[in-house]
């Protein structure tokens, strides 16, 4: 089985500041990794997909990087609705597709 | 408007049966596959498997597979997820979720998102 380690598992961060949470897959995934917001109480939305790629209608302020073993996604100026939970997901090879633990973002 | 549509809450007894459902509208429902993924209460995200409209063809997580059965009619665009005898540890929100596919890299993502169905299991 692929394991996906996320750090940290919270962050606090003052509005403004710049957020990176780490995804570390036990083997090597290629690009085959996504990025999802959840707010509370909602469904996850799609950020980022193929490790670098921003979805459609997603501010510029969410950027992933990465490939291989190690990933990276960053919010470069946090702003008050960034408030989530947010979870990378790899799915290199089926049926094995897994979630990272999640990392819970609090403004502080 | 592109949505999935998702069955409304259910309260079960353990050892029951039950199956939701997921509408696909707004878009070639047999163009995507449908997931479908477990968050239990305060808990993170469990993709539990997926499935082609198109053909019915299923993959499970290893961890789901003989546990949940998922099923599909194209022809009225709504995917299944369904259990024959309900657990307490069964408790927990399932979302499906549109699965695009690129078929010449491999690479796909969950890019829609239904609200969620909340299944209880309590004696």
């Known amino acids: 089985d692929i394991q996906m380690t996320q750090s940290p598992s919270s962050l606090s961060a003052s509005v403004g500041d710049r957020v990176t949470i780490t995804c570390q897959a036990s083997q090597d995934i290629s690009n085959y990794l996504n990025w999802y917001q959840q707010k509370p109480g909602k469904a996850p939305k799609l950020l980022i997909y193929?490790?670098?790629n921003l979805e459609t209608g997603v501010p510029s302020r969410f950027s992933g990087s990465g490939s291989g073993t190690d990933f990276t996604f960053t919010i470069s100026s946090l702003q008050p609705e960034d408030i989530a939970t947010y979870y990378c997901?790899?799915?290199?090879?089926?049926?094995?597709?897994?979630f990272g633990q999640g990392t819970r973002l609090e403004i502080k | 408007e592109v949505q999935l549509v998702q069955s409304g809450a259910e309260v079960k007894k353990p050892g029951e049966s039950l199956r939701i459902s997921c509408k696909g509208s707004g878009y070639s429902f047999t163009s995507y596959w449908i997931s479908w993924v477990r968050q239990m209460p305060g808990k993170g995200l469990e993709w539990m498997g997926r499935?082609?409209?198109?053909?019915?063809?299923?993959n499970y997580s290893p961890s789901f597979q003989g546990h949940v059965t998922i099923s599909a009619d194209k022809s009225i665009s709504t995917a299944y997820l369904q259990w024959s005898s309900l657990k307490a540890s069964d408790t927990a929100m399932y979302y499906c979720?549109?699965?695009?596919?690129?078929?010449?890299?491999?690479?796909?993502?969950?890019?829609?998102w239904g609200r969620g169905t909340l299944v209880t299991v309590s004696s």
């Open positions: 997901q790899q799915y290199d090879n089926l049926p094995q597709v897994t």
């Open positions: 979720a549109r699965t695009h596919i690129v078929v010449v890299t491999a690479h796909w993502y969950f890019d829609l």
């Open positions: 193929d490790a670098s």
């Open positions: 499935i082609d409209p198109s053909d019915s063809y299923t």
